[in-house]
């Protein structure tokens, strides 16, 4: 071994030619995995580290609709110090009524913030009584600054700065609008909290040192065990924000699994074309008397050594990329990233890079060593076979312990073991192509033009390297094209996601009394208006088949009418977009039993049936409902949905207001949509008026800051594919020269010989490319719909250009790697060939 290792060290004095894409591979390799698990690990840090600033407190209770009682107040402040929080939505108004903006209203009592600093811009302070402080961005919609008044409701309020930062704000999680800060003690005057009104009351407390929040949520839950509320400790201060980084986290992660494997192709290649580069010299060592072993161990050690550079140059990038997000990122992220270096992300990165090296690497090496010093006199290395129960038996170890370790380290195993069972299908499919294409090509009539007949000898000769570029064609183009499938349904989901009349404006908290009002003054501006409204209340599933909730150990992914409150309402009315698959509608004037009709994915995660019973907390007062049928619902249609819709008899009896929809006629103009903004707010005060647009506008922006980041990620593995495919041209390339040199020779022109290559290019792109269609199909709909939670909605006309255009760079890659064979000259080739 110290023979070999010093016979390394001086072949590497002579630079890394030859292996500079060894080098390039697993740098992107490394270096994706590595910043996509430090930027990972470093959101979540933050998040834990800042949970109980993100929370507000060490833990926390939410009610919808209504406050806390004396006696359930008293549980919570047994536990330590508590501070309350009512947040909804509310207009806010010029004080002259000229305009309204929708905003996250937040009423705080003198204990907030138990947690983080709020701070104001230069010239503010906190408000007092008759105060708000506004954000900056509805500061400057309304135009007015600190001194300035503006009207929430029936109150005039004095703003008396504008809000720097709120400490709580990232565990408020996605606001429709910008927000403004009362003291608790001016919200009676506003005239919002009225009967039916959707308001959440939020209550934090700080516990003292020492004191486990969960012994607490688990002792107040104890003392209130009908309070109905939702509770969570600082370690989930933002649930939603947690759960869209560990989504968007394990998205990537597959992204730079992907850009790995693809890599290890490329090393698979790099090594080959390297090792066929140094024949000579192998053949020189075995003259001497060089045992098999020994070139194996030499050329082992090298490939290590260059390696281990490559996956120090990637883990050095991979973790420089948190400072370099927060630098040129920093904005779109939900937290700052707790900047630092993260061992386990970089160990983990590390051992895939030289897992994957030695995977793809051991089989050309093996070649190398059992073939005779004669044979590598008289030409190259070839292909010839690898045999020894040992060699497959030691890839197969190292495939296995790949496996286990990006298994094991994944947040959903199952779409880690997914993934790499599609990848060696994927290999495999392509690797079968290529002895198809061979088989085929022998098999076929031969061209009578010399171009096309010397082009279909390529792809099944002796030595011929079709099977090395079906594989790297078809990644390459698969990898292109998937992205392209990504990228496309991203961009078209907010397009086929509006119908082609969408409501102008979304109404709430119009109050029950007020409905007939509300209709007049719109149709009094447009009389052509096409008005819904539904009643309208709040709250949580408490109990599924007389199983409380609080008491579910794991809540399924899809089970979301379980998360918090949920939007409820009653009607005797089948509403449009929905449409009964299983189960009835109960009839006009049903008076018996409470029933509930269910949307059918929830039902799914739940694994419900007809007949099971479901219980909701509405104002505190649990209602039990039994399951009448299952809904599949038309989300597209922007009206309004609801995932569970009640018989009328179960809820009318209790305090609501309404939801509305207006669809104004086209070419309503934006005058007329701010004359009924604002006629509605005079009117009523309380309601909230959602322009549909600036929702759109808000959705559109959070998908492109998604799709920057899926184009990012992806550009790495993308990269990785160009490299596959150079290496694969590189591999190829003392075939080609000795090819061009004796056509050469025959007197054919370098024109001749390009097109001959061209040809064998064409072919096999227009061969793979419906492998790439099909496999960008598979793979895009996967990440699309299951790991993204999207709708599947890409455009087919960019896919195929983008699939045209990446063979069409193939194309140009081949044919630029095969300049140096075609421009070799005759004597000097003869002679070092």
Not at 814 to 827: D, E, F, T, V, Y
């Amino acid at each position: 071994m110290s023979l070999a290792l010093r016979f390394a060290l001086r072949d590497l004095r002579g630079g890394l030619t030859g292996l500079r894409l060894l080098v390039v591979c697993l740098f992107l390799g490394v270096a994706a995995l590595a910043g996509i698990g430090s930027l990972t690990a470093s959101i979540n840090a933050a998040l834990a580290g800042q949970g109980q600033t993100i929370l507000g407190g060490d833990i926390g209770f939410d009610l919808n609709q209504r406050a806390a009682t004396p006696d359930e107040w008293t549980a919570m402040e047994r536990q330590g110090r508590v501070s309350q929080v009512t947040r909804m939505r509310a207009m806010v108004a010029r004080a002259d009524g000229a305009d309204a903006v929708l905003s996250e209203l937040k009423a705080v009592d003198d204990a907030w913030p138990l947690y983080g600093t709020f701070t104001l811009a230069a010239g503010g302070k906190r408000p007092g009584s008759g105060e708000a402080a506004v954000a900056d961005a509805l500061a400057d919609r309304l135009g007015v600054g600190v001194g300035g008044t503006v009207r929430i409701g029936d109150q005039l309020f004095r703003i008396s700065g504008v809000v720097a930062q709120q400490p709580d704000g990232v565990g408020s999680g996605f606001t429709l609008g910008p927000s403004v800060i009362i003291p608790a003690t001016s919200l009676d005057a506003t005239g919002l909290l009225q009967p039916g009104s959707v308001y959440e009351t939020h209550y934090r407390v700080r516990l003292p040192r020492n004191v486990d929040p969960q012994a607490a949520i688990s002792t107040v839950n104890a003392e209130a065990p009908q309070a109905g509320w939702e509770s969570r400790d600082r370690s989930n201060g933002s649930p939603s924000t947690s759960r869209f980084i560990d989504r968007m986290g394990q998205f990537l992660s597959l992204v730079g699994l992907t850009a790995l494997v693809v890599a290890g192709i490329g090393v698979g290649n790099g090594v080959a074309s390297y090792l066929d580069g140094k024949r000579a010299g192998i053949a020189t060592l075995k003259a001497l008397g060089a045992s098999s072993r020994v070139i194996f161990l030499t050329y082992l050690f090298q490939i290590i050594i260059v390696s281990f550079g490559g996956i120090s140059l990637g883990l050095i990038v991979g973790a420089l990329v948190p400072w370099l997000v927060t630098i040129f990122a920093g904005n779109v992220l939900p937290v700052p990233p707790s900047l630092g270096v993260y061992p386990l992300a970089l160990a983990v990165s590390a051992a895939y890079g030289m897992l994957t090296a030695l995977l793809f690497a051991l089989v050309p090496l093996v070649r190398a060593r059992l073939v005779a010093a004669a044979a590598l006199f008289r030409g190259g290395l070839g292909d010839q076979g690898v045999s020894g129960r040992w060699v497959w038996l030691a890839v197969g170890g190292i495939a296995g312990l790949i496996a286990t370790l990006a298994i094991a380290t994944a947040r959903e195993p199952r779409l880690a073991a997914i993934f790499l069972l599609a990848a060696l299908a994927l290999l495999g499919l392509l690797s079968l192509l290529g002895m198809f294409v061979q088989r085929i090509a022998a098999r076929l009539p031969r061209p009578r033009h010399p171009l096309a007949r010397l082009a279909l000898a390529n792809l099944h000769r002796p030595g011929a390297q079709t099977g090395r570029l079906v594989v790297a064609l078809g990644l390459g183009l698969s990898l292109f094209t998937t992205l392209a499938v990504v990228e496309t349904n991203l961009s078209g989901q907010m397009a086929s996601s509006i119908p082609a009349k969408a409501p102008s404006f979304f109404a709430l908290d119009i109050p029950s009394e007020g409905v007939e009002q509300f209709r007049s003054i719109v149709t009094r501006q447009s009389p052509a208006a096409e008005i819904v409204t539904v009643p309208s209340l709040r709250g949580p599933v408490v109990a599924v088949r007389g199983q409380r909730v609080a008491d579910m150990k794991d809540i399924p992914e899809d089970a979301w009418i379980l998360r918090g409150d949920r939007g409820l309402t009653y009607t005797d009315v089948l509403p449009a977009g929905n449409r009964i698959v299983d189960g009835k509608w109960w009839p006009k004037g049903y008076s018996g039993e409470p029933l509930v009709s269910v949307d059918i994915r929830a039902a799914k995660a739940l694994n419900l049936r007809v007949g099971d019973m479901l219980t909701v907390s509405v104002l505190g007062v649990e209602v039990p409902a039994r399951i009448a049928s299952f809904r599949e619902i038309d989300w597209s249609t922007m009206g309004l949905n609801f995932g569970m819709i009640f018989s009328p008899n179960a809820l009318e009896g209790a305090p609501h207001s309404y939801l509305a929809t207006i669809a104004l006629p086209g070419g309503a103009g934006v005058a007329k949509e701010n004359i009924i903004n604002r006629d509605v707010i005079r009117a009523f005060p309380s309601a909230s008026m959602i322009r549909v647009k600036e929702v759109i506008s808000s959705l559109g922006d959070l998908l492109g800051q998604l799709s920057a980041a899926v184009r990012v990620a992806a550009s790495v593995a993308v990269a990785a594919g160009i490299a596959v495919l150079v290496g694969a041209i590189a591999a190829a390339r003392r075939t080609r020269t000795y090819d061009a040199v004796l056509l050469k020779l025959l007197g054919a022109t370098r024109r001749q010989v390009l097109a001959v290559q061209a040809m064998e290019y064409v072919v096999l792109a227009l061969v793979v490319s419906g492998i790439a269609l099909a496999v960008a199909a598979g793979a895009g709909w996967y990440l699309a719909t299951q790991t993204l939670d999207l709708q599947w909605a890409p455009d087919w006309p960019v896919v195929l250009l983008t699939l045209a255009g990446g063979a069409l760079l193939t194309l140009a890659l081949g044919l630029i790697g095969s300049l140096p064979a075609i421009g070799a000259r005759p004597a000097r080739a003869l002679r070092e060939l």
